[in-house]
């Protein structure tokens, strides 16, 4: 048997946290036993469904790297397959049509809860077969009323749910739309899912859905409901706890293999490993070792992962990334140092791109002042003799490299009897504009000869203004 799991948004918003573990997960599962994850877009909410969330949706799922082998299909091109499965529903004896109005489904949803009883459809129309002139009728289907399902959760193990707790289930609309347990149900048949991995919160929906494939013949695939992810406070993760999009943490100067790996370990755990590279979630991943409880978002863990990867990924990999940010500041990385080397001398100090980003601004465009604590400390009547010094070494050397710059730095400290601090840091506010950077001879290595000396020469210059 070949494995075959399925991601399936609904498209009407972002692809949120929740569903990227989701999509992870199935997307493991099938990497693992050499199967097949599909891609499903479940559009079949005519109202909130959008062509952006479905752009965003499928933005988040190229920029997380989880590629799909078949798809995206929409349920929305479906209409006809569904139809069909109704009316052999049908014909079966196993649907039928209602014609209760709300306002009666409305008065005995009221006198059960009165009765403290689980409210649910009387199956009046399933005793008797009636036509009420003029009124468009539901199609429920005929849920078995006697013995119980079992699903066979490969996460939370066995649960037994007996039919006499499920009610007849509405499976097309007055309108003949259909609802969303027929059209999963249908999908997953007709495209042969054989494991169907998803949140909590859809149990529920299993046993309805696992008695309309019964009543298709169709195969039962085997189930994983996962647990809800938590805020830090103990309620289910929402707005309110920070981004839960997907693309907010790209936007925040995440990389999407430190979202992949903090993904992977919301409820999953191989020993005491907390790194994994994607090869290694593929390799070790398994069902069995789903933590059965929700889990707990941490931004912090995240933040520490993010930084690690920037630490040790390939500069060049991360530069790509860095790209998309330092663009998102109106500046092309082309008019500047190599990116490459930026991440270099930048990775350590930089927990996410977007602080790489902004600290890297100066090397591509002027700053517009001075930070006022660095210029009060540090550009002062004798830095200028400083600066001036400098300009003069730095204005004939032909070879602008790093190892160079520090020997001219040193040799002049040395030759003016000060402290290197009393040469670097005026040098570093001048060039940069603040008191804080990678090493100074990396820094004017990645400024370039030009920058460099035109920099110094603004900082005499705005020396000079204050006296």
């Given amino acids: ?53 479905v752009n965003a949706i499928l933005e988040g799922m190229t920029w997380l790297g989880l590629e799909y082998d078949e798809g995206p299909f929409y349920q929305t091109h479906r209409f006809d397959r569904y139809k069909e499965v109704i009316q052999q529903l049908l014909n079966q004896g196993d649907a039928y049509y209602c014609y209760c109005s709300k306002e009666e489904l409305e008065q005995l949803r009221n006198e059960q809860m009165a009765n403290k009883e689980k409210p649910r459809y009387n199956g009046k129309c399933r005793q008797e077969s009636y036509f009420v002139e003029g009124q468009e009728p539901v ?38 739309t259909p609802t969303y347990n027929l059209t999963v149900v249908v999908d997953d048949m007709d495209m042969g899912v054989t494991h169907v991995i998803r949140g909590d919160d859809h149990i529920n929906n299993t046993p309805r859905q696992m008695n309309i494939l019964k009543a298709l013949g169709a195969n039962v ?107 998102q500041k109106e500046i092309d990385p082309t008019d500047g140092p190599d990116l490459v080397e930026v991440v270099k001398v930048q990775r350590e100090r930089c927990k996410t791109l977007v602080e790489m980003a902004e600290a890297s601004l100066y090397f591509y465009k002027e700053f517009e002042a001075y930070e006022e604590k660095a210029a009060k400390k540090n550009l002062t009547t004798e830095a200028a003799l400083v600066l001036q010094g400098l300009h003069e070494r730095f204005s004939s050397v032909e070879d602008w490299r790093s190892d160079k710059l520090h020997q001219i730095v040193q040799a002049f400290a040395e030759d003016r009897q000060l402290n290197l601090g009393k040469v670097a840091q005026p040098l570093r506010v001048a060039v940069m504009g603040s008191s804080v950077s990678p090493a100074i001879d990396a820094t004017l290595t990645l400024l370039g000869k030009q920058k460099t000396l035109a920099r110094i020469e603004r900082a005499i210059a705005y020396i000079k203004t204050l006296n």
């Fill in 139 to 176: 199609i429920r289907f005929k849920n078995p009323e006697d013995g119980a399902v079992t699903i066979n959760d490969l996460v939370k193990g066995d649960i037994v749910v007996a039919n006499k707790e499920l009610d007849d289930l509405i499976i097309a609309r007055s309108d003949g």
């Fill in 221 to 327: 695939p085997e189930y994983a409901h996962l647990p809800m992810i938590l805020g830090s406070d103990g309620a289910r993760l929402s707005k309110r706890h920070g981004a839960v999009s997907v693309m907010q943490y790209r936007d925040d100067g995440f990389l999407p293999e430190a979202l992949l790996n903090y993904l992977v370990r919301l409820g999953w755990s191989h020993g005491d490993q907390e790194i994994f590279s994607l090869d290694e979630m593929v390799e070790f991943f398994d069902l069995e070792q789903v933590n059965v409880s929700a889990s707990s978002f941490n931004r912090e863990k995240l933040v520490w992962l993010n930084h690690h990867y920037i630490m040790t990924s390939d500069p060049a990999h991360v530069a790509r990334h860095l790209s998309w940010h330092i663009g």
């Fill in 1 to 53: 048997m070949t494995i075959r799991t399925r991601f399936a948004p609904s498209p009407t918003g972002y692809l949120h946290i929740g569903g990227a573990r989701t999509a992870l997960f199935s997307w493991l599962y099938a990497r693992k036993h050499g199967g097949k994850f599909i891609l499903r877009i479940e559009d079949t909410d005519l109202e909130r469904s959008s062509q952006e969330s």
